[in-house]
């Protein structure tokens, strides 16, 4: 039920000799990092690791097209509120959840901002660069919107051609004057 890389380590997952064969996680199955300068290789693409929102929002904003994973199962209480979506810059990499659950996130809309939600946009920067968030829990979630016609989501307010895949999302969301809202995503365009 799960795999703990303890210490610097590594782990490389591989796709069969055709290419074929997709990674996913069946609850309670996860992938679980101590070390966060441990090396993640999946499918020949090195990943990132990150322990939490900050610090996933931080590697976005340095690189929004890069590869990232959660080393571990994350309980965002101690963040407080945020004021807007933790996520602000348009991601068009890859955040593998590695079956990690990430909980009890908050957000109260202080900004009347247009979209709100985990990630604002999950977006694609031309070829080759489409978002993709996978294997993934988000439990307890809360995200409050106070503003007037923007979009709503517990996971993302919008996405543009992004995948989500085997995500599951767990979140009281309170958007009474929004245009869309979503428990997943709210504007998938």
Known sequence: ????????????????????????????????FWDLSSNLVIANQSYVLVRGIRSLAAAIAGNPTGAFALAENYNAAGDGTYGASPIRTEFAGTFEGLGNVLSNLSIVDAVDADSVGLFTLLGNQGFGHMSVVRDLRLWHETVTYTGFHGVVGGLAASTALGSVINVDVDAAISAPQATDAGILVADAR
């Open 1 to 32: 039920d799960l795999v703990t890389v303890a210490g610097p380590g590594a782990l490389t997952l591989a796709q069969t000799p055709a290419g074929n064969g997709t990674l996913s996680f069946a609850q309670p199955g996860r992938i679980r």
